[in-house]
Structures are given as C-alpha cells and as structure tokens.
C-alpha cells in the first residue's frame, strides 16, 4: 500500500513545542518532504528527508527513520502564526511521482 | 522569478460547461505537476509531465480531464463536461530535479465551483 498517516488536528500553546508525526507504507521509498498550507494558500516546502536522521532548519526540524517508515516535522518556540496545515508527502524511487498526506491542522493558542 | 502562475484564480461555472485552467511554471524547471484539492480527499495528483511529455496520468479522474502541455511554459488542465463534483481547487506546480532533491513549487491555485 502507498498509505500516509498522520494526525489529523493537533493544538499547541504559544511559544511550545509541537511533534507532528507521519507513518508511511510504501516500497521504493525515496524522499520525504514537509510542506506548509495555510488556509486559502497553497502549499510551501518546508524540508526534506531522504537519509535517516535528523535535518534542522531554524525552528522547524524533520526526522526520518527509514527501517520504521517514520517522520516527524518539529516545531520549537511555537508562534501565532504556525497556525497552518502540515502536509507529510512521500516520493518514489527513479520519479517524480509524489503522494500526500492528508495533513495535520495545527491550532497555536496564545 | 515570478514563481508558478495560474489562471483563472477563481472560477465559477454552471454543469456542462468547459472548463480550462492554464499554468505557467518556473523557468527551467522540468517537471509540472496537477493536483486537485477537496476537504474530503485532501491533495491528489492528476497528472505530470516532464520535459513537456507526459508520464502519469493515473490520478486524472475520468475521460472528461484532460491535460496538455504544448511547450515547457504552459500547461493546460481541461474538464469538458464540468460537473458539481469537480469543485475543488485546482494547483500546478513545477521542479527541477538537481541532485535528486526535486522541491515542488506550487502555484496559487484556481478555485473552482461547478454550480
């Protein structure tokens, strides 16, 4: 199967830290990215991941365990303005075929 | 760079009728991609092209999409006939494959309503 889970809505405080998880089923494996959306917009690149471990990038970081099928997008010091969705999409080996999740809609409360 | 562009970016028309929505990607990149977005099935892929050929095409819902990309700046995504359930917004996006990292770059999107 080429199924992407992640959670569907999570809520965080102002200036917190956020774990956005995203499992995936899938052979072939050959990239994971993060994208933000906020509502009305389209999607932006935020990161990605094709070895194991992890890739920072201000507050934002990824993860990627490639044995587990598993990512998870970090989010530090938490602003109002993270408020978005946060799609997991995977890629396939030797194309450019890329699958979504169905996204994660995070809520910041002051 | 202007980014990826696209037009309409909004949409409405009645059942039956044509619609066609058109993509401008970045200059340079290779690849464009179509996807449809909706509440209930979130993102999908229509279709992609590369070097202005297709290659998958197995998203495209039914034989009333199509998709054409006649030269590296434009692409065409065509429903004939539109039907309510078409409503969704429509994104293009465009990469470059370097170094095996191919970041997509999405254009605003054309919002569709099929009344």
């Known amino acids: 199967g080429q199924n992407i889970d992640q959670p569907t809505e999570m809520t965080a405080t102002e200036g917190a830290i956020v774990q956005i998880n995203c499992t995936y089923q899938t052979s072939g494996f050959n990239g994971l990215f993060w994208y933000q959306q906020h509502a009305g917009e389209a999607p932006t690149f935020l990161s990605y991941n094709v070895l194991d471990g992890l890739e920072e990038k201000g507050r934002f970081s990824s993860f990627l365990s490639r044995s587990k099928g598993y990512s998870y997008l970090l989010l530090k010091e938490l602003q109002m303005k993270d408020s978005a969705s946060y799609l997991c999409?995977?890629?396939?080996?030797?194309?450019?075929?890329?699958?979504f999740g169905a996204g994660t809609r995070l809520t910041v409360k002051p | 760079d202007a980014g990826v562009i696209q037009s309409p970016r909004h949409e409405v028309t009645e059942m039956g009728q044509e619609v066609t929505l058109r993509c401008k990607p970045i200059?340079?990149?290779?690849?464009l991609f179509w996807y449809r977005q909706t509440m209930m099935r979130g993102l999908e892929l229509l279709i992609y092209?590369?070097?202005?050929?297709?290659?998958?095409d197995s998203g495209m819902p039914e034989d009333r999409f199509s998709a054409k990309m006649p030269n590296a700046s434009f692409s065409t995504l065509k429903i004939q006939p539109s039907e309510p359930r078409d409503s969704a917004v429509y994104f293009c996006?465009?990469?470059?494959?370097?170094?095996?990292?191919?970041?997509?770059?999405f254009g605003p999107g054309t919002r569709l309503t099929v009344l």
């Open positions: 999409a995977v890629r396939w080996y030797n194309n450019n075929d890329m699958r």
């Open positions: 996006a465009s990469s470059w494959n370097r170094e095996g990292k191919d970041t997509q770059y």
């Open positions: 092209f590369n070097n202005n050929v297709p290659i998958d």
């Open positions: 200059s340079g990149h290779d690849y």
